[in-house]
């Protein structure tokens, strides 16, 4: 399962305080995603990124905030303005750019609390 | 936007039995449902997909159907076995998937008692 990567796996967080999951691939895939998962909801996404330095906001972009300035890294901040943040995270990247094959790798994910 | 339902919430067979799972989506442009299989702790992977232009496509013991009047794809999952218990789930997109807008169901649990 080697090629994307998310860190930490667990993840503890104090209410008021922004914390930064990381995402790294060497896929040399062009998009990244992050999506969340709670149980009983599926995937949502809530950013995703075609290319370095360009990102979308996804179904559920509130209270997060995202960046690219490297085509291996996507990191996602959960920002004190997520009103429910503890969630499993996980990051996922495919090839892009107009091509037809479309599997979205998945990270291990990051399991976030709040305390 | 598009929503995809997917029914059932969790499903339950003996092994060797079959296991179907169905999906629904809402806008008539999705042309591309991929399905992945979530082990417990694991991250999710793809299993098989299929693309608008094709009414069925399989893999082994594993097939997805399509139809597009309906608006509605299946998992079809043949002689299974303790192995294939996971989280399944299905999603639809527009453009392949290019445009980062795969749209999930919310999963279902399927169990394979020996």
């Known amino acids: 399962d080697g090629g994307i990567t998310q860190s930490p796996k667990y993840l503890f967080r104090k209410e008021g305080q922004n914390v930064t999951l990381s995402c790294e691939q060497n896929?040399?895939?062009?998009?990244m995603y992050w999506y969340r998962q709670d149980p009983g909801q599926g995937l949502r996404l809530i950013y995703y990124s075609q290319i370095v330095n360009d990102f979308q906001k996804g179904d559920i972009a509130e209270g997060y905030s995202v960046s690219r300035e490297k085509k291996e890294s996507f990191p996602l901040t959960v920002t004190s303005a997520q009103k429910n943040p503890t969630a499993f995270y996980l990051c996922?990247?495919?090839?892009?750019?107009?091509?037809?094959?479309?599997?979205?790798?998945f990270g291990p994910g990051t399991r976030l609390t709040v305390l | 936007g598009e929503n995809v339902e997917q029914h059932p919430s969790t499903l339950s067979v003996q092994e060797g039995d079959s296991a179907v799972i169905k999906c629904t989506y809402s806008d008539s442009a999705s042309n591309y449902f991929p399905w992945y299989k979530q082990e417990l702790g694991k991250r999710p992977q793809l299993i098989i997909d299929?693309?608008?232009?094709?009414g069925e496509k399989k893999d082994q013991r594993i097939a997805v159907t399509l139809n597009k009047t309906a608006k509605h794809f299946s998992l079809h999952i043949t002689e299974t076995q303790p192995e294939d218990s996971a989280v399944y789930f299905c999603a639809a997109s527009m453009d392949g998937g290019s445009q980062g807008n795969l749209i999930f169901g919310k999963g279902t649990k399927l169990s394979v008692k020996p």
């Open positions: 996922a990247s495919s090839i892009t750019a107009g091509g037809s094959y479309n599997e979205q790798f």
């Open positions: 896929l040399n895939h062009d998009a």
């Open positions: 299929i693309r608008s232009n094709v």
